[in-house]
């Protein structure tokens, strides 16, 4: 792993990235934050609700590569909250890339399979047309067509169920609902194949080493498929620290109340990552149980 962050780092390349705690951003922080040609900025130094001082930044620093992984990622807020939402996940984005194009930078940015409704019986192709659900997916979709319009070079990666020792996330509230009184229900009919933050990190580092082909939107995950109800019961396998005697219940996503639509297939056609990386994504739980055993040594 760290082997291509120590590539990267011997290209001498400056690189300016955007979100520093959050669960991608903590990655890059860990792997390449001491760095003298890396600034790594978080919201209090680039807050993107004030976008307009994001050029200056870019003008000063002048990196080659410009990786943001900052973002509105609250789905259910994001609803009640669209315009905040529009502003970090569009509008500023849109002046990333515009400044990127400005100083010949490359943009490197995240987008989500939430860009898509999930009616899909297959997997999801980059070239399908998306059509979100919820104003999350609205909005980081608006960001990605504002990134291809702007004429800069980038790569998009749409990632889809995003997994890290940092942050908020799915193994971490079931670590702490596992050691909780009651019995737990999670949905069994959305499907996806979780990836950690560290391959994300990786896959992003190998492209930049190899010099990969710029604007082109990828569409990044592992292979498998799983649902949450039995990711669930995965991360209650492997845990140790938990009480065995909660019972995790199957519910359909018509039962479970939420404010954001949520897609039933998220999906990824992995085929044009795995040419130009020339390597096949790992299996889900390849990826992921390394984790899931890291996490629950801290509970
Ligand atoms: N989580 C998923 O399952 C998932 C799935 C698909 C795609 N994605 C995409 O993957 C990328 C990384 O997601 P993540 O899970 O790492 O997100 P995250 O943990 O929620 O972190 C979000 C980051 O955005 C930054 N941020 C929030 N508001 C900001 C503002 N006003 N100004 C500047 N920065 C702000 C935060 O800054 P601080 O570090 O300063 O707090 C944080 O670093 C995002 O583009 C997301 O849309 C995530």
């Known amino acids: 792993m760290t082997n291509y962050f120590n590539k990267l780092l011997r290209k001498n390349h400056k690189i300016l990235i955007f979100g520093k705690y959050g669960q991608l951003g903590s990655v890059f922080n860990k792997y390449l934050g001491k760095n003298s040609n890396v600034l790594q900025l978080g919201r209090d130094d680039a807050d993107f609700l004030y976008s307009e001082h994001l050029p200056k930044i870019i003008r000063e620093f002048n990196p080659k590569y410009i990786i943001n992984t900052s973002a509105y990622t609250d789905v259910n807020g994001a609803e009640s909250n669209p315009d905040i939402a529009n502003e970090i996940n569009c509008n500023a984005v849109k002046i990333l890339a515009q400044a990127s194009k ?11 399979d939430y860009v898509f409704d999930g009616k899909k019986k297959t997997k999801y192709h980059s070239s399908d047309k998306p059509n979100p659900r919820n104003i999350y997916g609205k909005t980081k979709y608006e960001g990605e067509k504002r990134i291809i319009e702007s004429g800069c070079d980038f790569f998009i990666f749409r990632i889809s169920w995003l997994i890290s020792e940092f942050g908020k996330n799915f193994i971490k509230t079931i670590l702490t609902k596992l050691n909780e009184k009651n019995d737990l229900s999670i949905v069994n009919d959305q499907i996806g194949s979780p990836i950690s933050s560290d391959l994300v990190a990786e896959i992003t580092c190998k492209i930049i080493i190899n010099n990969i082909k710029t604007k082109k939107l990828f569409h990044l995950s592992t292979q498998g498929e799983v649902s949450w109800y039995d990711f669930a019961l995965y991360i209650s396998q492997i845990a140790r620290n938990i009480n065995k005697n909660i019972i995790i219940n199957p519910i359909k996503t018509s039962k479970y109340p ?3 639509f949520r897609p039933k297939n998220s ?3 992995l085929s044009e990552i795995e040419t130009v990386i020339k390597s096949q994504m790992p299996f889900w739980k390849d990826d992921i149980t390394p984790i899931i055993k890291k996490l629950d040594l801290n509970f």
């Open 267 to 269: 999906l990824f056609d």
């Open 258 to 260: 939420s404010r954001a």
């Open 102 to 112: 400005m100083n010949n930078s490359t943009l490197i940015h995240y987008s989500t």
